[in-house]
């Protein structure tokens, strides 16, 4: 770790204010001018409860990558190496698989960051003690893991070289590594790390706090990579380097609202490319079991996972639509062999899954009905097509499956209404489930199911299904006679017109190809 302690508190840079004493008796408040107050970007409690709960998902999902880089010597030497190895493409694919995921997690942190920077704006101690610990958290969790990374990628002089050059799939130039290390190697962000530490100590430390055992953790590893202790700085020294410092201390990234991990939007707040109107002329296209591809241009969505489409859910449709799609023989005689003599699989799914199917028939308070089932961060839900497609970026790809075979996907589909969200993206567990997963394991083949063969990605060491590789599965198999699946629309999108159009299957195709966070080429 001496490289790191080098950086971060060589003697030349610490912040130079002595042991300095601690204004224990002034209030934030009284600091700041009564006008500066209207330049904060105040939040409910509500969201920033939803914020600590994100911060702490984000922090699972970098101890996730480091633990998996500790398990796989082989990828990431446990100790220094004196000359450079030369891995093989399927080792660079795993080792970039690490670095993608971080970023994903730094980015999402940042969103939420920016949120709190002006805490100290509030003339709410309350408001302030949890923005400020929500900002402080958010922080160290980057600080502590960008330095765990860094310190196992630097016992191999060439992963360096790997993760320096430019990955498309996440708008990452070329150099980014450097970059990356300079951000958080940089005198800066250890001068940010001391003076926030001590406005927390000083204005928050409450150990009843969800944040708290997180922080003191990261708080303690990041002092162990520093060596010694930082001098502690008075209230008002503290708060002065804040105003000053703290845009440095975050991605460049419009300010933005996190609403946990399935959600969390970042800019442009509730305004969706796609028009209502263009939502309800999408119905009459619409069959149940058709697969929905989806996008939100500013939502930080499946975080950890790659990829340009980040969201997938079934469209079920009405009891109505799908009486008129599962009226064939086989349906009936399928149904009956299920258990029910009437062989109507309204029936069934009422009879076998009577909650669930309470549920699905429930309006809106926009009087919306019910037609999409999605995992959300709320869990696996019913959602109506409204909110569902409220995107920027919406494509409807058709299964090539006969109405029997679309039954029993949606059969299968109701099983999994209720469950949790799956933050940990573990497909080999059906407790909790992922928006991908459960398109993944409603048409997965079975015994007299044909189903749909979805490719798998390996993302740290996970073998996942992202909505990425089901376009790029379109792609790769369009004008085979063995193709899964028809595209029955795609609305792309266009953010310097504000709006979404039609697009050709032809720009279908090559959008899988399109970089995850196009924000990041320009500002990492």
Known sequence: MKFLRAYLFSSGNRINSGLAWVLLLVGVSGLMPAAAESQLSYVSFARIVSDQKAVLQYRAGMQTIIQYMESQPELFPLHKLTEKRLPTLTQKQQIRSTW??????????????????????????????????????????QYRFALE??????????LDVVLNEAVDDVAVAQGAYDKFQFRF?????????????????????????????????????????????????????????????????????????????????????????????QINDMLPSLLPADVLLERREWYLSNIGLPGYW??????????????????????????KSKGEQSGDFEALLKSHYPKSYALSLITTEDDHKARVIEAISEGVMFTSLEHSADADSVAVLRPKLNPLEKAMAIYKAFSFHGRPYDFNFDFLTDSALVCTELVYKSFEPGRQFKGLVLPTSEVVGRKVTTANDIARLFDEEYGDPKAQFDLVMFLDGLEKQHKAQIASLAEFRLSWRRPKWHILVQDL
């Open 100 to 141: 993608k995921s971080l970023l994903d997690y730094i980015l999402a942190l940042d969103s939420i960051g920016q949120l709190y920077e002006n805490f100290y704006l509030s003339s709410d101690a309350e408001y302030r003690k949890h923005a400020l610990a929500t900002l402080f958290a958010a922080f160290v969790a």
């Open 149 to 158: 990374y860094i310190h196992r990628i630097e016992n191999d002089p060439g």
């Open 185 to 277: 190697l940089n005198v800066v962000r250890g001068t940010e790390f001391v003076t926030l530490n001590s406005l927390y100590n000083i204005l928050v430390i409450d150990e009843a706090l969800p944040l708290h055992n997180a922080i003191e953790e990261d708080v303690q590893r990041i002092w162990q990579f520093g060596a010694g202790r930082g001098e502690v700085l008075t209230l008002k020294n503290a708060l002065d380097i804040i105003k000053n410092t703290s845009t440095t201390a975050w991605f460049p990234v419009q300010a933005g609202v996190a609403e946990w991990m399935g959600d969390t939007k970042v800019t442009r707040l509730n305004e969706s490319l796609i028009s209502t109107s």
């Open 310 to 335: 980040p969201h997938a859910a079934i469209y079920i449709g009405t009891a109505d639509e799908r009486r008129k799609v599962f009226d064939s023989d086989e349906v009936v005689a399928w149904v």
